[in-house]
Each structure stands twice: as structure tokens, then as C-alpha cells.
């Protein structure tokens, strides 16, 4: 996975994108009335969802931490309840991940599809997006 979704480096763009702000004008996101139009609700939940993601592997990460701590000093054998519940853990926010990597692509696509972005067949979906908001949002 690139290093794009492992940081999430657009939280300033989206808490400017929330509060409307007008740095944001010359992307033509905000209706005449200062309301987000379709381009701005689809970038809303295109970020979102890829916040969403950051946080997911996020606590990924954080969960495997912990689990290498306790296997790491565990005597062979049956595992320990503490073990146990850990590895229940670390598969419930595995399992979060996936929904939440599923859900961000899913926005990108919708994203894509709003501001009609020609994705070549090779590049992908993912990476144009990602192209475009280095080059927009920065």
C-alpha cells in the first residue's frame, strides 16, 4: 500500500473543505450559495473514507505492536487468554481495514466519476486520484 493512504496527508484540506473556506474557490467545489456542489461532496467523502483508512491501519498497526509484545515472552504451548483476545482483536481490525480500503476505494471511483477524470487502463483509478489530489490540495 502506497505511503498516501498510510499517512492521510490531506487533513487540512478537508477541515478547509468543511468549513468552506475560499482558498478552495479556484477548484470550483462550493455552489454560488457557498453550499458543496457534486465535485465538492464527492472530495468531502473521498477524504473522509481515506481518513477513515489512515485510523484503520492506524490501529492495525498499534494491535500487531501489542500482540508481538506478549508473544514475544510467552512460554510454548497453549496460548494465554491475553494471547487469545489479542489475536481476536488484531483480526477484528483487520477485518475493519478491509471494509474501510474497500469503502475509500469505492469513493475514489465515485470521485473519478464526478470530476471526470480520464483514468488509463493501466495506471488505475487509485493512482490518479491520488495524482490529482498532489496537485490540487497541496
Given at each position: 500500500m502506497s505511503d498516501f493512504i498510510a499517512t492521510f496527508p490531506w487533513?487540512?484540506?478537508?477541515?478547509?473543505?468543511?468549513?468552506r473556506d475560499p482558498v478552495l474557490a479556484p477548484l470550483a467545489l462550493f455552489d454560488a450559495d457557498g453550499a458543496l456542489n457534486a465535485?465538492?461532496?464527492?472530495?468531502?467523502?473521498?477524504?473522509?473514507?481515506?481518513?477513515?483508512l489512515?485510523?484503520?491501519?492506524?490501529?492495525?498497526?498499534?494491535?500487531?505492536?501489542?500482540?508481538?509484545?506478549?508473544?514475544?515472552?510467552?512460554?510454548?504451548?497453549?496460548?494465554?487468554?491475553?494471547?487469545v483476545?489479542?489475536?481476536?482483536?488484531?483480526s477484528a481490525v483487520q477485518q475493519a481495514q478491509r471494509v474501510a480500503r474497500q469503502a475509500f476505494i469505492r469513493q475514489a471511483d465515485a470521485f473519478a466519476r464526478a470530476m471526470s477524470l480520464a483514468v488509463p487502463a493501466k495506471l488505475g483509478t487509485?493512482?490518479?486520484?491520488?495524482?490529482?489530489?498532489?496537485a490540487h490540495l497541496r
Open positions: 487533513t487540512l484540506p478537508l477541515q478547509r473543505l468543511q468549513q465535485h465538492g461532496q464527492a472530495l468531502e467523502q473521498l477524504l473522509l473514507a481515506g481518513q477513515a489512515a485510523q484503520r491501519e492506524a490501529d492495525v498497526a498499534l494491535v500487531a505492536d501489542e500482540l508481538r509484545r506478549y508473544q514475544k515472552f510467552a512460554p510454548p504451548g497453549r496460548p494465554s487468554l491475553q494471547i483476545q489479542l489475536r481476536r482483536q488484531q487509485l493512482v490518479i486520484v491520488e495524482r490529482w489530489l498532489q
